[in-house]
């Protein structure tokens, strides 16, 4: 692709509309008809084979590939790509099913970026594991989902404040730029199928579906504070590399800082789909609430 092929295709991935005008209720035809045609509509078709990987100087790809980041991220989209296609397999509308097919397939995109990244480099990888699917696969798709929500939210942060103090240089930076909307895509279909899937599902099925939800919610949170513990951050599975990341930059790290742009990022990356569409809001909320118990931190005086 030419260079302007290359911008139209991110412009695209970045901003969509759905043409149907009007109020959209959540769980309505309309709802799923927007929902099914989120992703490839706004689809970025970038190869991973030609991705530029930049040439780095020693310094910086020692820093690099020192990250203690590249096995649970290589992990985590091999995972979330199984969960999502054996979720999809159990759902019995078409387009629906196309979609989530659709979401499994840039998640496996994103494991060869990865691969090649770490084929680029040198980075040193230990074997890939044996991986059993839940047997509830609906579950296996929540705990994917919540889980990229929660890992998304910080990643955006992290990632603008490596671009920032030039941690990533600038043109690696912009290699991996298109991988990391695309996860912002993944979450804004995975809340708006939760919030089609409740609204449509019947009464009876509602309070099961709420107690199934808390459950997922309690599994992500003991397994971020097992992987906390764990200083490889491999045993926990589905925790993304933003815990192991944020360790790795805590030197040059502001927590309040990192907050504050966490939720800019995250308001900036959502900003160009269309507003009828339902936002993640659980991690901002959260975000907003620590803020306020959170200082920044006081920076030494210049002499």
Known sequence: MDDANIAAADFKARHWD???????????????EMLTRLLE?????????VLDWPVLDEETKARITSLPIWDIAVQTEIKASMRIEAFAQTVKNPALRAALLHMAGEE???????????AAYDIPMKPDEDYVLPVDAEWG???????????????????EMARRSGYFPPAL???????????????????????????????????YFAVKTAAVWAFLIWERIG????????????????INGSKSLSDEMDPAVLIDICLLEDKR???????????P?????????????????KRPVAA
């Open 173 to 207: 930076v912009e290699t991996f730029e298109p991988v990391v909307q695309e996860e912002g895509r993944h979450i804004l279909f995975f809340t708006n199928w939760i919030a089609w899937h409740k609204a449509a599902m019947p009464l009876w099925r509602r309070p």
């Open 141 to 159: 798709f929540m705990v994917t989902g919540y889980s990229e929500c929660i890992d998304s939210f910080f990643a955006y942060g992290l990632f």
């Open 269 to 279: 990356r959502m900003a160009g789909y269309d507003a009828r569409l339902v936002r």
């Open 227 to 242: 992987i906390a513990r764990d200083v490889d951050g491999l045993e926990g599975g589905d925790a993304n590399f933003t």
């Open 18 to 32: 759905f043409a149907q005008p009007g109020r959209i209720k959540p769980g309505s035809g309309a709802h799923y």
């Open 41 to 49: 509509e706004t689809y970025n078709p970038y190869k991973p084979a």
């Open 281 to 297: 809001t659980t991690m901002p909320k959260l975000a907003r609430l620590a803020r306020l118990f959170i200082r920044p931190k």
């Open 108 to 118: 496996r995109r994103h494991r060869d970026v990865l691969s090649r990244l770490v």
